[in-house]
């Protein structure tokens, strides 16, 4: 397991690299997809990561406690050289319950990642809805605990949290953008 932080080319005010995905119930789904939404929180993840499987149940709630944010894992990992992160295997962790996005993505070729310059898993954008448009307003960790094994200091995923209730309150995010930890992305051949 090799662990980084992330660390993106994208940064506040920049448009949302466009996608077109599959998503675990065999739907295509963009950016606009999820247009109905004031916020947009595209979390790009895995299923074996200990740290991102340490960040489900708060992306889960998030998802939950959040009706105008939508919350959109996506996984860019080879699964040739990691099977647990294969499509089946999402399907499966949507299935039983594990992830409870509104949406969770396959990116087939790591290109979206790129496109994002994410680096690790998970590593979370958090895009305001602008005329249309979306529009980084935050790329940061959920939260302060950056071990698998670590508690937050408040409530699981509160950084995040207060992103989100700036955005849906047509604010400014605050916060700093703090890095995400988790292990590096296991990148496709381009």
């Not at 999820?34 to 340490?54: E, S």
């Not at 299935?95 to 070729?109: F, K, M, N, R």
């Not at 307003?137 to 939260?143: C, I, K, P, S």
Request: net charge negative.
């Amino acid at each position: 397991m090799v662990q980084t932080e992330s660390d993106s080319e994208l940064t506040r005010g920049d448009t949302a690299p466009d996608f077109s995905l599959t998503g675990t119930d065999g739907a295509t789904y963009s950016p606009d997809s999820f247009g109905d939404n004031d916020a947009l929180l595209v979390v790009f993840t895995c299923n074996h990561c200990p740290y991102a499987k340490a960040k489900f149940d708060a992306l889960n709630a998030i998802a939950a406690d959040y009706d105008d944010c939508a919350v959109v894992g996506i996984n860019p990992n080879d699964p040739e050289a990691y099977p647990e992160d294969s499509y089946e295997r999402m399907c499966e962790l949507v299935d039983d319950g594990t992830v409870a996005y509104d949406a969770y993505l396959l990116d087939d070729t790591s290109d979206v990642a790129r496109a994002y310059g994410a680096v690790c898993t998970p590593d979370p954008f958090l895009f305001a809805q602008d005329g249309g448009t979306w529009t980084l307003a935050y790329h940061g960790r959920l939260d302060d605990a950056m071990n698998p094994d670590d508690e937050p200091s408040g409530e699981p995923g509160f950084e995040m949290r207060q992103a989100i209730d700036a955005v849906l309150a047509g604010e400014a995010v605050s916060l700093d953008d703090e890095p995400s930890r988790g292990c590096s992305i296991k990148w496709r051949d381009e």
